[in-house]
């Protein structure tokens, strides 16, 4: 529905009075300059610019005079460590979105079942994580899965599953999965919500007359509910996907990126870069490997928006 | 199927046993560190996986309030956090009310900008808008977190004000005007109030996210202690005292209590302002 042909006809019937139209007018572009005036400021030149800046040798202070052409793209896309950070991006969003979305549909469908009570009480539950601030839990379960006395530790000893305490995030064997992991309990409960918005939105008439016709609860969920399901799950999917590729507070405060870079993400290495003080910043290489990552998503999204359209999700997606 | 059969049924009893053993592993994290925040040191180092304190004492609250400065810490978040979403909602309604009930020249263009943005590649946008609150001189005081954490499009609760507005009857705005009620007092005192629903939705998702935010105060307070929110104190706090695993237990109660507390109360707005993110 365009947003054009349900405007109010007010316009006519108000048209007799002079003046009073034109006045609405500038009334109205009163009302939406501050927002436009935010938008100008805060999206538009930020995205101008950060283009602008990656041609730069620029560390932050003063005007950008030092025009160096495509070096820092170079510079971006021969750095392994670059590389490393967006290999390591992917993963994490794979293993998130591959845990994250499936479980979420499936206790989305547990929470949705009619019969079950306490349904509240579980939603509020695993929504919990969701509204907390991620920097200061990222910190906490720094202590949690800490090498000394963390409690993960001294359930396992307990429990006789580990002899000698672990250095989780220490390591390079165990410190991205148990980021994956905290990654995908903090943000879990939104998966969840969302896809329950989902189930919700499903015409209940259809699952009437499909038990009338003598359909089994497996074979609603496998005939109905999943395949309409199909165009809100792949929206929830480029959702998931987009925040996932770009984690930053959760990595900064658990592990900065180490150790050894077996935790670094894009976004944590542009930060190195942007705003590592003492005067040492890198602002236009930041830039570069900010627009360089921003394409790589842009990428993927229309990778995930292609399964979007091709699943029927065009209603879902064009409304934002 | 008789539904009294169902709840005794053992599929049913172990659906809720099994959910309920894992909810409480999914908030474990957050009962350990309410009850670490009130042993001390030496306690927390021989308490093993013991999860009450022999007595709870508030001495790592007022080591964290006083000596670590999270008094500061708080009210700044509360300060950000209270302008950011009073902003954002008036000038989201204020948006919402002449997109969605006027038709007015530049409105198509407006919308279409505002959204196009939306699919557009983006590079490290964070830099420009640091540079630029810094040109604004505002690098040394709150505002200029503030004026960051609100600046930019908020697609999401403008289309909500939007939708909202549009499906107001005319009659409503008409019939004050004809009472000879001018354009910015029908929106104050006629249509605002009526969209309350909205109103708490936004509060609730904006709410959330700058009290939550992390990346904006972070880089505008590196070198200014005093204008540290609760998220970068803790970091700060942490790099600072390895050893104070108790100490760090308040403070990060301090920092997440109250927004724990707010979503409990409310929690039926959180859902459903995450929910229309969704349904659009």
């Known amino acids: 529905m365009s947003m054009a042909n349900r405007v109010s006809v007010a316009d006519k019937r108000a048209a007799p009075l002079v003046g009073y139209r034109a006045r609405r007018e500038l009334w109205c572009l009163a009302f939406i300059a501050p927002q436009l005036a935010l938008f100008l400021m805060f999206t538009a030149y930020p995205i101008v610019m950060s283009y602008v800046y990656a041609f730069f040798d620029w560390d932050g202070y003063g005007p950008p005079k030092d025009y160096v052409g495509f070096d820092n793209f170079i510079e971006t896309v021969t750095d392994p460590i670059f590389w490393n950070a967006f290999r390591n991006s992917l993963l994490f969003m794979a293993y998130v979105v591959a845990v994250q979305v499936p479980l979420a549909l499936l206790l989305a469908l547990l929470l949705n079942a009619e019969r079950l009570r306490g349904k509240v009480f579980y939603r509020t539950i695993y929504f919990l994580p969701v509204v907390t601030t991620t920097a200061v839990v990222g910190l906490v379960m720094r202590f949690i899965f800490g090498a000394y006395k963390g409690v993960v530790n001294e359930l396992l000893i307990k429990l006789g599953l580990l002899t000698a305490p672990i250095d989780w995030l220490g390591s390079i064997d165990t410190a991205f999965l148990v980021v994956v992991l905290v990654g995908i309990w903090k943000t879990f409960g939104m998966k969840l919500v969302y896809w329950l918005a989902g189930i919700q939105s499903l015409p209940k008439e259809l699952f009437e007359s499909a038990r009338i016709d003598g359909a089994s609860g497996l074979q609603l969920l496998r005939y109905i509910t999943v395949p309409l399901l199909l165009p809100v799950g792949s929206v929830i999917l480029l959702m998931s996907a987009v925040n996932a590729l770009h984690v930053f507070d959760l990595v900064k405060s658990m592990t900065d990126g180490g150790p050894a870079f077996k935790t670094d993400m894009v976004d944590v290495y542009i930060y190195r870069y942007a705003f590592s003080g003492n005067g040492g910043a890198r602002v236009g290489f930041a830039s570069a490997a900010g627009v360089v990552y921003g394409v790589a998503v842009m990428i993927i999204s229309l990778a995930l928006g292609l399964l979007v359209r091709w699943s029927g999700g065009r209603r879902n997606a064009a409304r934002l | ?280």
């Open chain 2, 1 to 280: 199927m008789n539904p009294a059969r169902r709840k005794r049924s053992p599929v049913y009893v172990l659906v809720h046993v099994l959910l309920f053993a894992i909810g409480i592993v999914w908030i474990y994290p957050f009962i350990w560190m309410i009850m670490s925040s009130f042993k001390t040191n030496n306690e927390y180092i021989v308490s093993g996986i013991k999860l009450l304190p022999q007595s709870f004492q508030f001495s790592n609250y007022k080591r964290a309030w006083e000596t670590a400065h999270f008094s500061v810490y708080f009210w700044n978040n509360v300060i950000i956090t209270v302008s950011v979403v009073v902003i954002v909602i008036l000038v989201c309604a204020l948006t919402g009310y002449a997109v969605g009930r006027y038709r007015f020249k530049g409105r198509l263009v407006f919308v279409t900008a505002v959204t196009a943005t939306m699919f557009m590649p983006k590079g490290y946008t964070i830099i420009p808008i640091y540079s630029l609150v810094n040109s604004l001189g505002l690098n040394n005081s709150l505002w200029g977190v503030i004026l960051a954490e609100v600046g930019g499009a908020h697609v999401l609760f403008i289309l909500l004000f939007v939708a909202y507005f549009r499906g107001l009857p005319k009659e409503l705005s008409e019939s004050a005007e004809i009472d000879g009620s001018g354009f910015v007092r029908t929106f104050a005192q006629i249509v605002l109030p009526l969209s309350k629903p909205i109103i708490a939705t936004a509060a609730i998702m904006q709410f959330m996210w700058t009290w939550n935010a992390f990346l904006m105060p972070l880089i505008f307070t590196l070198g200014k202690p005093e204008l540290r929110t609760l998220g970068v104190g803790m970091f700060q706090f942490v790099g600072e005292n390895t050893m104070d695993w108790t100490g760090m237990a308040a403070a990060a109660s301090i920092s997440l209590v109250p927004i724990l507390a707010v979503f409990i109360a409310m929690q039926r707005y959180f859902i459903e302002g995450v929910s229309g993110a969704i349904k659009g």
